[in-house]
């Protein structure tokens, strides 16, 4: 259809050399000219069409057209009220006048109102012993004309004046349209040709191109929308399981400082200090400043000796004690050294001493009452940067992000911590949990977390976990009857899986292309 409309456009052309009104056009498949809306619109199409070639050239003229009302096509198909009133009621001397009653039975109550009153003025009808009778022999329904004149050509000849008491009736309607006068273009010709929108290799080989004719850029149209503004995948992922976190009643532990003492990052956790994990191939030390101020007095003291001698039931290390070792500058290597010292401060009601936390009560400590330890229970996360020094490669980089968290109660199991892990990941969407026994200096007994990775078909671990030893809580103050769960949680490894990367310098590099994704420029991170 597109194309016949085209077609008859340049006929038109060739046979008149210009058109001044396309609304004279008599569309394919039509009898009358395309004097209405929709054919103009239609019309439009084809122009631009032929434009965008330089075949035609064309201005734009603006009308006001008219169009029917809903009643003003049931007029121009059916009549005007007062023509059904005048066919439905008998000529004078042929049967019984026809009385109001049966006149609403026949036409409808409103037709019949209505249409009675016009049929009067217009003496087509009469009044014959109370009913109704045709006065006049044949009528001409100047209302149905009207409408079927403005239906096909927008407008009545006859003038403004009829056009604007068929408005007040309410029988039509203004619209604003256009028509249009076209001329030939430079490139006129009366055959369409399809123009190219690619110069391919067969069009240079074959040396087509030469005779080809191409579609024009239009350096009008809109470009795609820039990806500007977006947050990072590793963020977006992030700002999700905080959410999760916070929907669960977590609060988000501060740990903004990336430098951490030995002690804070291992020996508060009862990492001894011959552990390997401390030596220079897998921890960064710094090298100025290299050492820390010292830690608190009375708990540093408590932590020495359970290292070297043991107590609260642990045999201990019984290795030497390297105060050097506690005091060495270093980039944290996990998260854990800031719940360490958020545990801590958690227990000083438990040793008596003011709660840090509460601003009011720090100047003021409130005693305890009687059968009150001091123990409060908490719901603890973060999630931030750690820096090990290892070899990189396809998954490893010297830092990563670490989501973390704590929780602290009296009886807590590890059934409570296994519960909270498959309710925390099945709000990440991953149902499929295996827990495998592990080891950690911190944690008895500890667990290793695995998710099915359902691309990979194969279980991934997705965390670390435990129940912090004794070791380490006892010394902080806490009561023995208090038991903290503590895991981490890569965030690189989900979001790498999220978003179908397998390089992590693609995530964290300078140049964010995401396999898969980085061809459609429509999609944003
Ligand atoms: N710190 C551990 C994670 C962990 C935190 C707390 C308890 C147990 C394990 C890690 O780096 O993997």
């Known amino acids: 259809m597109a194309e016949a409309i085209q077609q008859l456009i340049l006929d038109t052309l060739d046979k008149f050399g210009t058109i001044q009104d396309t609304r004279t056009l008599v569309l394919p498949g039509h009898t009358q000219p395309a004097a209405n809306h929709d054919s103009q619109i239609i019309i439009l199409g084809a122009l631009n069409s032929l434009a965008s070639r ?14 029917l009302t809903p009643e003003g096509s049931q007029i121009a198909l059916q009549g005007s009220h007062e023509a059904r009133v005048w066919a439905a009621v008998p000529f004078k001397g042929e049967g019984a006048p026809m009385t109001p009653k049966q006149l609403e039975e026949r036409v409808g109550a409103d037709i019949a109102k209505i249409g009675q009153g016009r049929a009067f003025k217009n003496k087509w009808v009469g009044k014959e012993g ?34 604007a008491e068929l408005r007040k009736r309410k029988l039509i309607m203004q619209r604003k349209g256009q028509w249009f006068t076209v001329r030939k273009g430079p ?21 087509s191109w030469k005779t080809s004719t191409y579609k024009k850029y239009n350096f009008d149209a809109e470009g795609l929308p820039t990806n500007g503004g977006a947050l990072h995948p590793l963020l977006k992922v992030r700002d999700e399981i905080r959410n999760i976190f916070l929907e669960m009643g977590f609060a988000e532990m501060p740990t903004s400082s990336f430098v951490e003492s030995g002690f804070w990052c291992f020996d508060a956790l009862f990492v001894p200090q011959q552990h390997p994990a401390r030596e220079v191939q897998d921890t960064f030390y710094l090298s100025d400043p290299s050492t820390s101020l010292p830690p608190p007095e009375a708990y540093y003291s408590r932590v020495c000796k359970v290292h070297e001698h043991g107590g609260y039931g642990s045999t201990g290390y019984r290795a030497p004690w390297s105060d050097a ?28 001493e003011r709660d840090e936390d509460l601003a009011g009560e720090a100047a003021h400590p409130t005693p305890l009452k009687s059968g009150d330890d001091g123990f409060r229970p908490a719901k ?62 911190y944690t008895e007994p500890s667990l290793e977390i695995f998710a099915f990775h359902p691309q990979l078909r194969k279980w991934v671990e997705v965390g670390n976990s435990g129940m912090f030893r004794p070791e380490m809580l006892e010394p902080m103050g806490f009561p ?11 965030l690189e490894r989900p979001t790498m899986i999220r978003y179908g990367i397998n390089n992590i310098r693609t995530l964290v590099g300078h140049k964010v292309s995401i396999e898969g994704v980085e061809k459609s420029p429509a999609v944003r991170f």
């Open 130 to 163: 109370g009913g109704l009778v045709k006065i006049a022999s044949e009528i001409v329904d100047v209302t149905q004309l009207e409408m079927r004149e403005v239906d096909s050509s927008g407008t009545l000849k006859v003038g403004e004046k009829e056009l």
């Open 480 to 490: 023995k009857d208090v038991h903290v769960h503590g895991w981490g949680i890569g």
């Open 54 to 67: 330089e075949m035609i050239t064309y201005t734009t003229q603006e009308t006001v057209s008219h169009v």
């Open 380 to 441: 603890l996360f973060s999630i931030d940067r750690v820096f090990r020094n290892e070899t990189m490669d396809a998954t490893h980089l010297a830092e990563f992000h670490q989501v973390e968290g704590v929780v602290a109660d009296r009886g807590l199991t590890l059934a409570d911590l296994i519960g909270f892990m498959r309710v925390f990941f099945k709000k990440m969407g991953i149902e499929n949990l295996r827990f495998k026994p592990a080891y950690n200096p």
């Open 187 to 207: 490139a006129f010709s009366t055959s369409i040709v399809k123009p190219e929108t690619d110069l391919t290799i067969d069009m240079l080989a074959t040396g």
């Open 325 to 352: 070792e506690s005091r060495k500058l270093l980039l944290r290597t996990h998260t854990t050294a800031s719940s360490a010292a958020m545990l801590w401060k958690l227990a000083a009601k438990c040793r008596g």
